[in-house]
């Protein structure tokens, strides 16, 4: 969808609602981000995971423009709906809308809700407000946290219990669907996603944990699809005569057969209204040719006035399948050796391992408006390594990674509003 009609269409939902603003069964609200965000050095671009353009070295509005419009139907009963509209840059490189919540609710009691359709997927603390900037202080949520589960939503259902207990507040979900994602280069299906969440707050304090298990999911199309066949099957016609081919065998065919995660998520922060800090740490395991990874973010920040400074710093390691491989087979080498290079090649090319100090300013001059500031100071460590993903090493114009020092900074300006 373009982004002419994006706009049309969420302008269509508000004028819509609007017109049944006298029925207290409808209920419009709205949000939005525009943004500049460039790199320093050209060899490094930045966007989302699944975005497509990453701009290197030049302000762009790609990475974090987005308008929203959600329409929430007879909120105060015991049934209500909800549906939200999302337009922003996505892996083809185009501003698009798409639903991104769709679902129906039953308040069963005052502890109980069940919810069927679509919703967020809360694998991480940042789950439910990832896109509506001015609902926390920095520009985004932390890039090396909301990688480890990029997958955003799922159809399907959602049992929770929320209640007082312990001198506090208790909420426990569990949830379960499906889902599909796409990136500018591969689509995947994953057909069962499960998982829990509990979070407990008392006074200024919140404890939040998550645990997520994708099954199931595999690899449909885009451009590396084929690679990706080619190098299941070169594995599988070589394992018969190779020492040492199923290991990896086992991590493509799983990619394109069924391939399963789980991802661990731990979150502690404290917010008396004026000093707030937050410590997060997450974790994903995979059985596939995706690597393993494990992160941990900070955050602390103070509110003054309209304005709040803030600084954060984080950290993400790849925890496996980063490493070149040597295929031995005597009755095949040369078969073997353009494997080991094949295969290599992508596993090097996980190698994402990095540091990121930010610093920033958030000023709130309006109830439903902000204005932000973000710097984000990132050091690699294999900068040698083709990566992508939020940052992507470039290659130029005849393929070769564009040389680069490990060392980036991303600037960042943002005005986000609600409505």
């Given at each position: 969808?373009?982004a ?10 508000i ?14 609200s709205?949000?939005?981000t525009?943004?500049?965000?460039r790199t ?8 989302l ?17 987005r308008?929203?419009?959600?329409l ?12 939200q509209?999302m ?13 991104e919540?769709a ?8 502890q109980?809700?069940?919810?069927v359709?679509?919703?967020?997927t ?14 926390y ?9 909301i ?5 955003i939503r ?6 929770t ?9 208790l909420?426990?979900?569990s ?9 500018p ?6 057909k069962?996603?499960?998982g829990?969440?509990?979070?407990y707050?008392t006074?200024?304090?919140t ?6 298990e ?30 040492n ?38 974790r ?8 393993g ?25 790849v925890l496996d ?12 080498p ?11 090649g ?9 540091q990121i100090?930010?610093?920033?300013l958030r000023?709130a ?12 100071l ?5 900068p ?12 130029d ?11 980036v900074n991303v ?9």
């Amino acid at each position: 969808m373009k982004a002419g009609l994006t706009l049309t269409v969420l302008a269509a939902l508000i004028q819509s609602a609007y017109a049944d603003e006298t029925s207290s069964m409808f209920k419009l609200s709205g949000f939005g981000t525009f943004s500049e965000v460039r790199t320093d050095d050209k060899a490094v671009g930045y966007k989302l995971t699944f975005q497509n353009n990453a701009r290197a070295d030049q302000w762009s509005t790609d990475v974090d423009t987005r308008l929203g419009a959600q329409l929430d139907i007879n909120q105060g009963g015991k049934f209500s709906g909800v549906v939200q509209l999302m337009g922003l840059q996505r892996d083809t490189g185009s501003f698009d809308t798409q639903v991104e919540w769709a679902n129906a609710s039953w308040q069963i009691s005052d502890q109980w809700r069940l919810r069927v359709g679509r919703m967020v997927t809360p694998a991480v603390s940042s789950a439910d407000s990832r896109y509506i900037g001015y609902a926390y202080p920095t520009v985004r949520p932390d890039a090396n946290i909301i990688g480890i589960y990029p997958l955003i939503r799922h159809d399907g259902a959602d049992l929770t219990w929320d209640s007082e207990a312990l001198n506090g507040r208790l909420r426990i979900q569990s949830f379960l669907g499906q889902t599909s994602y796409a990136t500018p280069t591969l689509a995947f299906k994953a057909k069962a996603i499960i998982g829990i969440t509990g979070s407990y707050s008392t006074g200024p304090w919140t404890v939040r944990a998550a645990h997520t298990e994708i099954s199931r999911a595999k690899a449909q199309s885009g451009t590396d699809y084929p690679k990706l066949v080619g190098l299941r099957n070169g594995l599988q016609a070589i394992n018969p005569v190779c020492s040492n081919c199923g290991d990896s065998l086992a991590l493509f065919r799983n990619g394109l057969e069924g391939w399963s995660a789980k991802i661990n998520d731990v979150m502690v922060s404290w917010d008396d209204d004026t000093w707030f800090a937050q410590a997060e740490y997450a974790r994903r395991s995979t059985d596939t040719y995706i690597s393993g990874l494990s992160a941990y973010a900070l955050l602390a920040g103070m509110r003054s006035g309209n304005f709040t400074p803030f600084v954060g710093y984080s950290s993400l390691k790849v925890l496996d399948k980063n490493s070149a491989v040597s295929f031995t087979s005597a009755a095949a080498p040369t078969t073997a050796a353009g494997l080991s290079a094949a295969v290599s090649g992508l596993f090097l090319a996980g190698r994402a391992d990095r540091q990121i100090t930010s610093f920033g300013l958030r000023w709130a001059p309006l109830n439903n408006m902000d204005v932000k500031f973000q710097a984000d100071l990132t050091r690699f460590d294999h900068p040698e390594a083709g990566f992508g993903g939020y940052y992507t090493h470039l290659r130029d114009s005849k393929g070769a990674l564009i040389p680069f020092d490990g060392k980036v900074n991303v600037y960042s300006l943002a005005v986000d509003f609600v409505f």
